[in-house]
C-alpha cells in the first residue's frame, strides 16, 4: 500500500516533461486518450502552480497597485483553470 503519492521533481524537469509529451503522437499508442488525460492533468497541474506563484505575488507586494496588478493576474488565471490546449486532431 502506497501512503504517500507525492513526487518531487524540479519545475524545470516538469516544464520538459510537458513539452516532450505535447510533441508525442499518442494515435500510434494503445488507450492513447489515457496519454492524453495525463498531458491534461500535468498542464493543470502547470497552471495549479502559476496560480500559487500570482497568490504569493499578491502577498508580497510592495505596494498596493503592485497588489492590485497581481490580483487581477490571479483571478484571471483561476479562471482559465482547466483551460489547457491538447491537440487532439489526429484523432
Known amino acids: 500500500m502506497i501512503k504517500n503519492n507525492n513526487v518531487l521533481i524540479s519545475r524545470s524537469t516538469f516544464e520538459k516533461i510537458i513539452c516532450m509529451m505535447d510533441c508525442l503522437d499518442f494515435s500510434r499508442l494503445p488507450n492513447f486518450y489515457d496519454y492524453l488525460d495525463i498531458l491534461h492533468e500535468l498542464k493543470v497541474k ?3 502552480l502559476d496560480i500559487r506563484e500570482t497568490y504569493t ?3 508580497q ?5 503592485s497588489r492590485h496588478d497581481a490580483r487581477i493576474e490571479y483571478l484571471w488565471q483561476k479562471s ?6 491538447i491537440d487532439d ?3
Do not use: E, H, T
Not at 61 to 65: H, K, L, N, R, T
Not at 80 to 85: A, M, S
Open 46 to 48: 502547470k497552471q495549479k
Open 57 to 59: 505575488k499578491i502577498i
Open 61 to 65: 507586494a510592495a505596494d498596493p497597485g
Open 80 to 85: 482559465q483553470l482547466g483551460n489547457v490546449d
Open 89 to 91: 486532431s489526429v484523432f
